[in-house]
């Protein structure tokens, strides 16, 4: 049977010129703070193959209350955790079958393969659900970093057993959030969450 995890590093903003803008500025006042060379911004895709269908996992900002329709399995706030009621200051997590990622054909050094082992695939999937809903854009985690749309990758793969330290970056790149996933992931050891979730729905 086939099956894979594949990653896609898109630059923050393709396609949207205002994003990119935004970025480059981020990034320029954060090189300047950080005493560092400026880099370029990611964002990461997952790609899902399971024997019943095609995934693609993302976070996203809410467009609107169809969430099911978009395979959506997690949702949290943005910026600030009182304002998460309503929907322009709340994100998603989507696990979309043959879903749609408008800018993936922008991606760099992409596709990266993560896994083409079935139970490691499987375990990815079967996390989705329980990912972390921190407020993105801070670190209520205590995890050194802010909550983004890395973090839910690195964390998602990092429970599933994935070693984090084989998953090549584009030249230049900086992914924020990443580590934050890392380290939050790394208080549970890989698979036990998974495992416990299993358990919680055969007892139900």
Avoid at 49 to 77: C, I, K, N, Q
Avoid at 178 to 195: C, E, F, N, Y
Wanted: hydrophobic residues 45%; charged residues 20%.
């Amino acid at each position: 049977m086939d099956a894979s995890v594949d990653l896609y590093w898109i630059p923050l903003g393709a396609g949207a010129h205002s994003v990119r803008w935004n970025g480059l500025v981020y990034e320029a006042v954060a090189a300047a703070v950080q005493r560092r060379p400026r880099q370029d911004i990611y964002h990461s895709v997952l790609s899902i193959v399971l024997s019943d269908g095609h995934y693609m996992v993302e976070m996203t900002p809410v467009p609107d209350g169809s969430g099911a329709s978009r395979g959506v399995v997690a949702e949290g706030p943005v910026g600030l955790r009182a304002a998460g009621g309503f929907r322009v200051f709340r994100y998603e997590v989507r696990r979309w079958r043959d879903g749609i990622v408008p800018d993936l054909a922008h991606a760099v050094a992409s596709p990266v393969r993560v896994t083409s082992d079935r139970s490691t695939t499987q375990c990815v999937f079967d996390a989705l659900p329980l990912v972390p809903t921190a407020t993105w854009g801070r670190d209520e985690l205590s995890a050194g970093e802010m909550w983004t749309c890395n973090s839910i990758i690195s964390w998602l793969l990092a429970t599933a057993g994935v070693d984090l330290a084989t998953i090549a970056m584009p030249d230049r790149a900086r992914a924020p959030g990443w580590d934050a996933g890392r380290v939050v992931a790394a208080r549970t050891p890989p698979k036990v969450a998974i495992g416990h979730f299993h358990t919680i729905v055969r007892e139900s």
